[in-house]
């Protein structure tokens, strides 16, 4: 079982910085990648990044290569999203989510854990 509470969310300008914590609970966070998803409203759950359970390797949607980074530190359990060049956009809720899958899976079905979202708002 891994428990996961995302913050860091907030309102933020265009061009803006903002940068997401997802933090686990349970034994196992080490052995399960990690992805971020985002739902704007009105439009589908959609992925945006993903990182392997050790880090070394990381995934990004089209959308997001070259402004976002995601990492993660497993000895916090914890799995960041840095999101820089902001644009409204990507308002949307944010959610963290576990896979037992490699190879940066990107459906939603492929993720076993979810955390409860957190919102984040581009003011153009």
């Known amino acids: 079982q891994v428990q996961l509470v995302e913050s860091g969310g907030g309102l933020v300008q265009a061009g803006g910085s903002l940068r997401l914590s997802c933090a686990a609970s349970g034994r196992t966070f080490s052995s399960y990648a990690m992805g971020w998803f985002r739902q704007a409203p009105g439009k589908e759950r959609e992925f945006v990044a993903a990182?392997?359970?050790?880090?070394?390797?990381?995934y990004y949607a089209d959308s997001v290569k070259g402004r976002f980074t995601i990492s993660r530190d497993n000895a916090k359990k914890t799995v960041y999203l840095q999101m820089n060049s902001l644009n409204p956009e990507d308002t949307a809720v944010y959610y963290c989510a576990a896979t037992p899958y490699s190879g940066g899976p990107r459906r939603e079905y492929e993720y076993d854990y979810w955390g409860q979202g957190t919102q984040v708002t581009v003011s153009s």
């Open positions: 990182i392997s359970w050790s880090g070394g390797s990381t």
